[in-house]
Structures are given as structure tokens and as C-alpha cells.
């Protein structure tokens, strides 16, 4: 594992672009898993400059993401699909039925079920890109969750609740159940791209590198 600290979010997004864009040039058609949220946004504005200047193309890659609410219509601008439409995919060359990410209407087994024949069938990553939170958690996975754990429907802790919030009109808005891939499947790729940006995030690296 290696550790690398930028002084500045824009150095840290250039960064981790650098890395993305030399993996999709070596194989035009990886499989790449993508993530949602604050952390990874600069790294797309990276990768959508860098496609539009002739670097890389996303023509023949696959992706695949970590989450969504549970119950949300995909056209809501809350919704993950929208954020990545929005922040990638509306802006790069990918085909969108080589675009992933879960769907459950409801809290039903059967939503998890799905999703994991579809990771089955995708198979291992080329690169995955994983935010950091402010206690450590992964997609919606909270620290000390079991690293076989595979999709599962989640409530949200009411720390995760608060932290969206500011996504929402309210803190009622916020969904209260997530379809989140587990740790077993997040880390099931051959390169790891882990963001954690911010004073607030400062703590849980340090823990991270020092057990490195």
C-alpha cells in the first residue's frame, strides 16, 4: 500500500487521475468500479479533461458502483445514478449499458440477490475508487463490518443520516436504507484508489497508515 498526501484537493483529484488514466490507456477495456459522493468528483473532472484532450477513452470499459438509496427514482438529483450521469458519465464516450449500479425499490432480499450474480459476472476490477469517511466507512459498510460481507440492504446510521443531510431540503429526506456493496466485493480489484479528503478524515488515515 502506498500512502500519498497532497496539499491541496486539487493535487489529490490530479493524483489519483494519473493513476486511473495510465490503467484505462493500458487497457482500453477495464473494468472499473466507481464511487460516489464528495471525494471522487475531481478525479472525474480529471478524467472527462483528459478524454476530451485525446488521452483516454472509455469506449470499450466497463463500470460498476458501490451504492445507492433504497427507493429512490434514478432521476432524482439525490440519486447516485444521477450523480454519476452528471459528474462522468453524460461526458465521456461510455456506453451506458456498460454502466452498474444497484437498484432496490425496497428493503426485499431479492435486490442483493441481483446485484451480486451481476458482480459475479463482472468479476474482478482493474481499479476501484473507494471515498473515505470521517469514521472510516466504505460505501455505506461502517467500520467493523466482516470483510466476506457481500451486498446487503443497510439502515443508515444516524451519523450517515446527518452527514447527507446537506444533500437534502431536510435530514427527514435523507433515505434511511441503502443497497450497498459489502467489503468482500469493494475490494475485489487488482488496484485500489482510496480518497479521503479533509480535517475531518485526518484521524482515520493516520489509523490506516500506521496499521498499513
Do not use: C
Amino acid at each position: 500500500m502506498k500512502v500519498i498526501i497532497s496539499d491541496s484537493y486539487e493535487e489529490l483529484s490530479k493524483k489519483a487521475a494519473d493513476l486511473f488514466i495510465s490503467i484505462l490507456q493500458e487497457k482500453p477495456q477495464s473494468k472499473l468500479g466507481l464511487a460516489t459522493g464528495s471525494s471522487p468528483v475531481g478525479l472525474y473532472k480529471n478524467l472527462i479533461k483528459a478524454q476530451k484532450e485525446g488521452e483516454i477513452s472509455f469506449h470499450w470499459a466497463k463500470t460498476i458502483n458501490l451504492d445507492e438509496y433504497v427507493g429512490i427514482d434514478p432521476q432524482n438529483e439525490q440519486s447516485y445514478q444521477y450523480f454519476m450521469n452528471d459528474n462522468l458519465f453524460d461526458h465521456v464516450n461510455i456506453k451506458k449499458e456498460n454502466t452498474h449500479l444497484p437498484k432496490a425499490d425496497s428493503n426485499d432480499e431479492k435486490y442483493t440477490e441481483e446485484y451480486n450474480k451481476l458482480l459475479d459476472e463482472f468479476g474482478t476490477r482493474d481499479l476501484q475508487v473507494l471515498g473515505l469517511g470521517p469514521n472510516g466507512h466504505v460505501a455505506f459498510n461502517e467500520p467493523g463490518e466482516f470483510l466476506n460481507k457481500r451486498t446487503s440492504i443497510i439502515e443508515l446510521t444516524d451519523q450517515t443520516i446527518e452527514a447527507n443531510s446537506r444533500f437534502f431540503d431536510s435530514k427527514e429526506d435523507v433515505p434511511k436504507y441503502a443497497i450497498s456493496m459489502g467489503m468482500a466485493d469493494a475490494f475485489n480489484a487488482k488496484t485500489l484508489i482510496v480518497i479521503a479528503n479533509g480535517k475531518n478524515k485526518k484521524e482515520v488515515v493516520k489509523k490506516i497508515a500506521k496499521h498499513r
